[in-house]
């Protein structure tokens, strides 16, 4: 089935367009059950999920980055100070 969202990244006023995508019938009747019970309609859930997909996305990708710029940097515990820290928790 084919099912129309409108797609804004700041869920605010500016311009929108339409999307198109396939979505199984099971998801569309979960999605139809949740819109249902919060009183909001398709676009509004779809628009809030794909926000919060970017914002994930966004994030991991920023402390992927700042991992690499770590490792890159030698800025992580050496193998002598993970062997203490794993002995005091051993010990505990």
């Known amino acids: 089935m084919y099912y129309n969202a409108l797609f804004d990244n700041t869920m605010s006023t500016i311009a929108k367009e339409t999307i198109t995508f396939r979505l199984d019938r099971t998801k569309r009747e979960a999605l139809d059950a949740i819109a249902k019970e919060l009183d909001r309609d398709r676009s509004y859930l779809l628009n ?27 800025d992580f515990a050496s193998d002598e100070d993970v062997d203490i820290m794993f002995g005091r928790l051993n010990e505990g």
């Open 48 to 74: 809030e999920a794909i926000e919060n997909y970017i914002e994930i996305y966004k994030w991991q990708i920023a402390e992927i980055n700042l991992a690499i710029a770590e490792a890159d940097a030698e």
